[in-house]
C-alpha cells in the first residue's frame, strides 16, 4: 500500500503563488508518474499537471505558463507550484501517483487532498 501525504494548501488572494508538495510513502518498488488533480465544486476531478519519472510533463491548458511540477525520485516526492493564481483556481486538490509494490503490483493512489482558495 501507498500513502500520500499533501502539504501546502490554503488561503491565497488572486495573483499570488503557492506551492504544493507530496510525499509517497510504503512498500515501494517505483514510482511511474506522480502528479496533481483538482476538483472544484459541482465539477469532476481534472488533471493539473503531472511528471514522469524520466521527467517529462503534462499540464492542463488552465494552468500551462502559470504552474511547474516537480520531482524528488530519491525521495517519492512532486511539488507543484502554481503563479499568478486566479479564483478559477480554487479547489481541493489530490496529489496522485501510480506505483508498483510487492502486493498490489501497478496501482494508481490518491492523496486525501487539500484544499486551495484564491480570493479576489
Known amino acids: 500500500q501507498v500513502q500520500l501525504v499533501e502539504f501546502g494548501g490554503g488561503l491565497v488572494q488572486a495573483g499570488g503563488s503557492l506551492r504544493l508538495s507530496c510525499a509517497a510513502c510504503?512498500?515501494?518498488?517505483?514510482?511511474?508518474?506522480m502528479g496533481w488533480y483538482r476538483q472544484a465544486p459541482g465539477n469532476e476531478r481534472e488533471l493539473v499537471a503531472e511528471?514522469?519519472?524520466?521527467?517529462?510533463?503534462n499540464y492542463s491548458d488552465s494552468v500551462k505558463g502559470r504552474s511547474a511540477v516537480s520531482r524528488v525520485n530519491t525521495k517519492n516526492t512532486v511539488y507543484l507550484q502554481m503563479n499568478s493564481l486566479k479564483p478559477e483556481d480554487t479547489a481541493v486538490y489530490y496529489c496522485?501517483?501510480?506505483?508498483?509494490?510487492?502486493?498490489?503490483?501497478?496501482?494508481?493512489?490518491w492523496g486525501k487532498g487539500t484544499l486551495v482558495t484564491v480570493s479576489s
Open positions: 496522485n501517483t501510480v506505483a508498483a509494490t510487492p502486493r498490489y503490483g501497478v496501482t494508481r493512489y
Open positions: 510504503g512498500s515501494i518498488f517505483n514510482i511511474n508518474s
Open positions: 511528471i514522469t519519472s524520466s521527467g517529462s510533463t
